[in-house]
């Protein structure tokens, strides 16, 4: 939990309690400013009509990649650096921020196994022992916040990633994929066609 330190006097906001953020939200703080400050974003949304488990969202966003390489890649240095493996970083809660344990090499798994993988990572960031190598290696990234509720959302891309997929629920059957994108790599008809065939593979096989 985030430190507090004492009240610094009152006005017309009332008493003012300065907090210290932990490590984890002081890194995702630098995360975000950081990607905001330096990625010119553009954002793409769909929706499916579906409801679909987060290892179903894993395994269409993972098998689409296939099809669409640039979104399995990253801007850097003026050239576009293209990802053979295809790992995806999946947003759970840590300690009042978000971490994002990667499910290495997604598209050679099935529905059940990433579930049960995501679950044992989520796990282990709550308890602490999530090791390095399991946060390491994403070349995408996945928040999947239909489970609490939000029907609609945009993230942030991520250092060395080309997309963010955001997904909500806009109703007990649909959801909501908005789709964050580095404009230096991707432009709209790449990122809409990625979109568009993780809609159809969730709406083919939902999870």
Sequence with gaps: MADAAPGTGSGAKGATEVVEPTAAQQAQARRVAESKATVPHTYLEVEAGVSASTGAIVRAGALALK???????????????????????VAVAAGGSVAYPTVHD??????????????????????????????????????DLSPIGIARASGAVIRGQAAH???????PELRSLSLACDARILQGAEA???????KALLEDSPG
């Design 106 to 143: 997604a598209d050679e798994k099935d529905v059940a196994a990433i579930d049960a993988e995501i679950e044992a990572l989520a796990e282990r960031v709550a308890g602490g022992s999530i090791t390095s190598p399991e946060l390491a290696g994403a070349t995408f990234s996945i928040a």
């Design 165 to 171: 997929l955001t997904v909500g629920a806009p109703g």
């Design 192 to 198: 809409a066609g990625f979109l568009a065939r993780v």
């Design 67 to 89: 099809e669409f390489p640039l979104l399995n890649g990253a801007y850097r240095d003026a050239r576009f650096e293209l990802y053979s493996r295809i790992n995806v970083g």
